[in-house]
């Protein structure tokens, strides 16, 4: 029963792009289209930012965009805010009749 | 407007059962689609799915878990039950109770933290 990859940790600049991996499996991200990523602020409850790879939930900031290639999911925020530091977490269902619904590791992102 | 409170006891003895109970509003579990489950977050780690309902009353548990886990729903109340028996002091966690629609978790509650210690 394994997450998904995603990097400790993505710091970046004021107003810079940074972009967020998530490596699957041919299980999981590779066969679906059903990737999600998730923010989640200290002390919060996490929030949908991305859902389906590329969409955005009424609400998230368009600076905020998914996409995928084979097997890793990847979310970038462009123009980075001070209120983008948090965690982010990566989703995705499986195959996997040993675990259907997985989610990614984590990385902690901070704004320079 | 969806939301969904989670309550339930903040400290639990090691061995002993942990109900946790889920009260939400602003959806229907009988709606085509529509899940509510159970995630927790030891702290400083990784979100981690525990188990799902289904309006049909289909359910799902994490592999590792199931026998310890029941999840139950009660649609007169909109609420769902999760029971964990035999807690250990890894099960120190905050549990989130989360609406799922299709393949995504839309909607959290605020979660409630949980620490299991004698």
């Known amino acids: 029963q394994s997450a998904l990859t995603q990097p400790a940790s993505v710091s970046g600049s004021p107003g810079q792009s940074i972009t967020i991996s998530c490596t699957g499996t041919s299980s999981d991200v590779g066969a679906y289209n059903y990737v999600s990523w998730y923010q989640q602020h200290p002390g919060k409850a996490p929030k949908l930012m991305i859902y389906d790879v590329s969409n955005r939930p009424s609400g998230v900031s368009n600076r905020f965009s998914g996409s995928k290639s084979g097997n890793t999911a990847s979310l970038t925020i462009s123009g980075l805010q001070a209120e983008d530091e948090g965690d982010y977490y990566c989703?995705?269902?499986?195959?996997?009749?040993?675990?259907?619904?997985?989610f990614g590791t984590g990385t902690k992102v901070t704004v320079l | 407007q969806i939301t969904l409170k989670e309550s339930g006891p903040t400290l639990v003895k090691p061995t002993q059962t942990l109900t946790l109970t889920c009260t939400f509003s602003?959806?229907?579990?009988?709606?085509?689609?529509?899940?509510v489950g159970w995630i927790r977050q030891p702290p400083g780690k990784a979100l981690e799915w525990l188990a799902l309902i289904y309006g049909d009353d289909n359910k799902r548990y994490r592999p590792s878990l199931k026998s310890r886990l029941t999840i139950t729903k009660d649609t007169s109340k909109n609420q769902v039950v999760l029971t964990m028996t035999n807690v250990d002091p890894a099960d120190t966690a905050t549990y989130y109770c989360v609406h799922r629609q299709f393949y995504n978790w839309n909607e959290w509650g605020q979660g409630t933290l949980v620490t299991v210690s004698s």
């Open positions: 602003g959806f229907s579990l009988s709606t085509s689609g529509v899940a």
């Open positions: 989703s995705s269902y499986s195959s996997s009749s040993t675990l259907p619904y997985v």
